[in-house]
């Protein structure tokens, strides 16, 4: 590749990324627009979105993506007179100026993605913004579709209007021009860094926590042997008075007492031991000494390890408003669509989390606005009928939690979930334990189940039963929480917790038979000291009553299909694990204390193994596998 290409690539990659940035905020500043309660607030973000897309009509135009220019073009001439104050938009307009800024981003899909598959036709775009000027310059704010349109010559484009158009559409000029460079210039002080490059950098750091581990094993590993002589020591004492004896006796020169054979060899035995207790304290006074050394290196290598850790980690902490920004659009959309009139509320956007947690759980949470929509919020009449306020209401908070959590909630004021239905669906797919359909809190857990779904039809947002089951798959791939509560016309409320970070968490170390496995700490309940005689057994299933409840209990051998091994003793170690209001006790050998734990991801072709997660590497370099509670959960009922 020549320099010539590879400068051009880097031209393009920039332009990429600032070209989403400026739709997202032309994007979210539209939708405030719309709703902006006074003339100062509207002038101030028509004059915003005018610069933002003045800004990427002259960008486009270095890249010679001319499409996107000409729209630019467009939009910046509609703006221009809406910056006035005499013309305002409605509704039809609002819509066509977002479905401009769609068509923008299938001409990026498909000039710089490579996108063969998206079409798009900006004539039609064109021409609606020309009519739309029109009837703005005539006096009038509507945007309707069929209106008047200024003919364009088709034969200015090299290729159908409805195709992809690979090739650049030459610029139609307006006939009002605009230059203003006086807009805000971007803060000097930032630079633009690949995402993937930050991510090799985070990935090579986080190895750094190994360190800060092998330090700690060692301090241990010191502490134990200063013990082992601190034992030798008590029993050097006990043989002190023999010891003494033996030197009495060889004071004595006794030929009597023994032989010149035993004589020499009780003189060898006394300076061996005079020897070994001299050398004993000095290695225990050398062992103390690089023990001190160890915890003060060991603190200071912790302290810079977590120090440049989270400040590496804070580089890739975004707020939640990168998601959140596209919220209201499709509120928006999907109201209109299905007829209803909907409000969202929005509080705690600015809180931060790690960007590669806030990738993988966009899809799920904007599956759940869309089925609060759909499912949840009713249709003016029926709102009316019910006597409630015929605009339904969407709200979504953000806050965070303890033990460097997140706490995301999500509820509407619809009609709830419907139970009866939910009901029927379940029973409707057989192998279902009937106690679970009449408590209320264990019958809405089936609403993660795949192909469970309470819609009577199916569209393409909805009814199929998949998206709930994709979103808590999600959420435990995450390690978070997920929960639910619903109430019949008041509404359904979502409560999902997340880490902070996704790199590392806390987790405990358990034995059981000859291997070493670490579970999450948000997962574990309690550690229980149970005697043999308060197992039960249940139609040839083993359990244990805690709180009342029956709690399956099972070996974690035998859960990892490693075999079974008794019981060593009448007193057994048992650990609760919970997953989303069901629990079982799994039978483990030993456990350790809490610890940080680094997180290494299988390969894609691995993440099928059942019960495993991933793995980490200890303090002392062994590997160790993390078990997955939901599979183990999954693993107990499945055999019951």
């Known amino acids: 590749m020549s320099e010539k290409d590879e400068f051009l690539q880097r031209i393009i990659a920039a332009f990429e990324i600032e070209a989403e940035e400026i739709l997202e905020t032309m994007t979210t500043s539209l939708l405030a627009l719309e709703k902006a309660d006074s003339e100062a607030e509207r002038l101030e973000l028509l004059e915003l979105i005018y610069r933002q897309a003045h800004t990427l009509k002259g960008a486009s135009r270095a890249v010679d993506i001319l499409e996107v220019e000409t729209v630019c073009q467009e939009l910046e001439t509609v703006f221009s007179i809406l910056k006035s104050g005499e013309r305002h938009l409605n509704a039809e307009g609002v819509d066509l100026l977002l479905r401009s800024i769609d068509l923008i981003r299938k001409i990026l899909a498909v000039r710089i993605g490579g996108d063969s598959s998206v079409s798009y036709n900006v004539i039609s775009i064109v021409s609606s913004l020309k009519s739309l ?23 200015m484009y090299e290729h159908e209007p409805v195709t992809a158009g690979m090739t650049s559409l030459p610029k139609i000029v307006s006939q009002q021009t605009f230059a203003d460079d006086n807009w805000k210039q971007e803060d000097r002080e930032t630079i633009r860094v690949s995402i993937s490059k930050l991510d090799k950098l985070l990935m090579q750091l986080e190895e750094m926590l190994a360190v800060k581990l092998s330090t700690i094993q060692m301090k241990k590993q010191l502490q134990v042997m200063l013990k082992h002589f601190a034992r030798w020591r008590t029993g050097a004492s006990e043989i002190i008075p023999s010891v003494n004896l033996l030197r009495e006796i060889k004071g ?27 050398l004993a304290k000095k290695t225990e006074a050398d062992l103390a000494r690089m023990l001190k050394f160890w915890e003060d290196e060991s603190e ?38 299905n007829g209803k009139s909907v409000k969202l509320i929005i509080r705690g956007e600015a809180i931060e989390i790690d960007r590669r947690i806030l990738e993988r759980l966009k899809n799920p949470l904007i599956h759940l606005l869309r089925n609060s929509i759909d499912h949840g919020i009713e249709k003016p009449a029926e709102r009316k009928r019910k006597q409630k306020d015929e605009m339904g209401v969407i709200s979504i908070n953000l806050e965070r939690s303890h033990k460097k959590r997140i706490r995301f909630t999500i509820e509407d004021d619809g009609a709830g979930i419907n139970l009866k239905k939910l009901k029927m669906a379940v029973q409707a797919q057989g192998t279902i334990q009937n106690q679970d359909l009449e408590a209320e809190d264990k019958l809405i857990q089936y609403i993660y189940r795949s192909g469970i779904s309470t819609s009577d039809t199916v ?24 929960e639910v509560k619903t109430e019949k016309d008041k509404g359904t409320r979502f409560v999902i917790e997340l880490p902070v970070s996704l790199v590392t968490f806390r987790g405990i170390i358990v034995h059981a038979g000859d291997g070493e496995y670490v579970i999450p700490t948000t997962r574990i309940d309690r550690v229980l000291l149970i005697k043999k005689e308060d197992i039960k057994t249940i139609e040839n299933k083993s359990i244990i009553y805690y709180e009342r409840e029956l709690v399956p209990l099972a070996c974690l051998e035998s859960i990892l299909e490693k075999g079974f091994s008794p019981p060593k003793s009448d007193r057994l170690l048992v650990m609760l694990i919970n997953d989303e209001g069901r629990q079982i006790a799994i039978r483990i050998d030993g456990i350790e204390e809490e610890q940080e734990i680094l997180v290494k991801s299988f390969n894609p072709h691995l993440k099928s193994i059942r019960n495993i997660a991933g793995a980490t590497i200890l303090g002392s370099g062994k590997i160790v596998p993390i078990l997955n509670p939901q599979d183990m959960v999954n693993t107990v009922f499945k055999k019951k």
């Open 300 to 337: 200071a290598i912790n302290l810079q390890v977590d120090t440049l850790l989270w400040d590496t980690k804070k580089i890739m902490m975004v707020p939640f408003s990168e998601v959140l920004e596209l919220f209201p659009k499709i509120v928006r959309d999907l109201s209109r669509e």
């Open 133 to 155: 000027l029109i009837k703005l310059s005539n006096g009038s704010n509507s945007a309707s579709e069929d209106a008047a349109v200024p003919v364009i010559d088709e034969e």
């Open 459 to 482: 569209n393409e947002i909805s009814g199929r039963g998949l998206g709930l089951a994709i979103m808590k798959r999600s959420i435990d791939d995450l390690e978070g929480t997920i």
């Open 252 to 278: 004595q020169k006794s030929e009597n007492c023994c032989s010149q054979m035993e004589y020499k060899a009780l003189q060898k035995t006394l300076r061996f031991l005079h020897w070994g207790d001299t």
